[in-house]
C-alpha cells in the first residue's frame, strides 16, 4: 500500500528516477501501514493506539531543495 502511495505521488510531481526512488525508501522503512502497527500494538498488548505524522514546516534551504 506504501509502496503504491509513493509511485502515485512520484507521478504527480512528475519526479525524476532518483527522486521517486528516495521517495520509495521513505516510505518503505520511515512509515508503518496498518498491518504492522496493528501487529506492533498486539505484541505490545497495548489498550489504544495514538499515530501522528510530524511535518515541521520547511525552510527556505528545504523548499529549494523540493522544487524540482
Keep these: 500500500m506504501l509502496r ?3 509511485r502515485t505521488m512520484a ?3 512528475h519526479a525524476t528516477p532518483e527522486r ?3 521517495f ?3 516510505f518503505e522503512f520511515e512509515h508503518l501501514d496498518a498491518q504492522q502497527v496493528g501487529e ?3 505484541k505490545a498488548q497495548v ?3 495514538l499515530l501522528y505524522h510530524y511535518n515541521p514546516a ?3 534551504m528545504k523548499l529549494r ?3 524540482w
Design 40 to 42: 506492533l500494538a498486539s
Design 24 to 26: 520509495g525508501a521513505h
Design 58 to 60: 520547511p525552510t527556505k
Design 65 to 67: 531543495t523540493l522544487t
Design 47 to 49: 489498550k489504544a493506539e
Design 4 to 6: 503504491k502511495y509513493g
Design 11 to 13: 507521478k504527480l510531481t
Design 20 to 22: 521517486s526512488k528516495t
